[in-house]
C-alpha cells in the first residue's frame, strides 16, 4: 500500500482564519514533506521533515508552521494567509529523507484564500 | 544549465503512437530519476524510478537513462488519450532534495 492521504480536500478561508491541513501514512516512512504547487508549475518545496524533526525549511514565511507529531502524522498549521498562498498544497513521504528515496504523494488540499 | 529541464510542450502524439518525453540534467543530480504523471487539478503520481544506465520497461512505460549523456526519457508506447497529462521529470544529487523539471504537458490526439 502506498497510500498518504490528505484532509481537508478543498479548503477556503478568509486572510484572519486560522485553519490546519493534515497527512497521514501508514507505510513505515520517516520523511515527510510538504510543497506547495501553483497551476502550471511544479511542485515547490515547503518543509521536510526527517525521523519527526524539521530537516529543512525553505524559506517559508511563518504563517505557514509544520508539525509532526508522530511518525505517521503531518500537519501544516495556516494563519494570516494572502490571496497569493492559494494552491494546492502537496503531503508526500518516503522512505528516508533524499533523492534516491521515491516520494509519494497524496491527493493535495486545494486551497483558496479569500 | 538549469538542474533538470524538459521541454513544457503541449507534445501532441496521435493515438496508438508512441510518446517520448525528455529531460536533461546537471552534473550535480546524478543520482536518481523518477517520473510521475499528474492529471490536471490532482497530485503527482509515480510512473517510474531508475537508478541505473540502460532501459526500465513496466507495461507500455519504459524510462530510459544515459548518464554519460545527462539525459533520461520516458517512452509511453501504443498511446492512449487517458495518457494526457503532464509529465514531471524529477532527479536530486546524492544526500540532497529531490529537483522537478517543470513538466511537459503530453496531449494524446484521438
Known amino acids: 500500500d502506498t497510500e498518504v492521504t490528505q484532509t481537508p480536500k478543498h479548503l477556503v478561508m478568509g486572510m484572519t482564519n486560522k485553519k490546519s491541513l493534515k497527512c497521514e501514512q501508514h507505510?513505515?516512512?520517516?520523511?515527510m514533506y510538504w510543497y506547495k504547487q501553483k497551476a502550471k508549475k511544479p511542485p515547490e518545496l515547503m518543509f521536510v521533515?526527517?525521523?519527526?524533526?524539521?530537516?529543512i525549511n525553505e524559506s517559508v514565511p511563518s504563517r505557514f508552521s509544520p508539525e509532526c507529531p508522530n511518525s505517521s502524522l503531518l500537519n501544516l498549521h495556516l494563519h494570516a494567509l494572502q490571496p497569493e498562498d492559494s494552491a494546492l498544497y502537496l503531503c508526500?513521504?518516503?522512505?528516508?529523507?533524499?533523492?534516491?528515496?521515491?516520494?509519494?504523494f497524496g491527493p493535495g488540499t486545494r486551497l483558496t484564500v479569500l | 544549465q538549469k538542474e533538470v529541464e524538459q521541454n513544457s510542450g503541449p507534445l501532441s502524439v496521435p493515438e496508438g503512437a508512441i510518446a517520448s518525453l525528455n529531460c536533461t540534467y546537471s552534473?550535480?543530480?546524478?543520482?536518481?530519476f523518477f517520473w510521475y504523471r499528474q492529471y490536471s487539478g490532482k497530485s503527482p503520481e509515480l510512473i517510474m524510478s531508475?537508478?541505473?544506465?540502460g532501459d526500465k520497461e513496466d507495461g507500455r512505460f519504459t524510462a530510459q537513462l544515459n548518464k554519460a549523456s545527462q539525459y533520461v526519457s520516458l517512452l509511453i508506447r501504443d498511446s492512449q488519450p487517458s495518457d494526457s497529462a503532464t509529465y514531471l521529470c524529477?532527479?536530486?544529487?546524492?544526500?540532497?532534495?529531490?529537483?522537478f523539471g517543470k513538466g511537459t504537458r503530453l496531449h494524446i490526439l484521438p
Open positions: 508526500a513521504s518516503s522512505h528516508r529523507e533524499g533523492s534516491t528515496d521515491t516520494q509519494y
Open positions: 507505510m513505515g516512512h520517516r520523511a
Open positions: 521533515y526527517s525521523y519527526e524533526k524539521l530537516s
Open positions: 552534473d550535480r543530480v546524478s543520482q536518481s
Open positions: 531508475i537508478y541505473s544506465n
Open positions: 524529477a532527479g536530486g544529487p546524492p544526500d540532497d532534495k529531490i529537483i
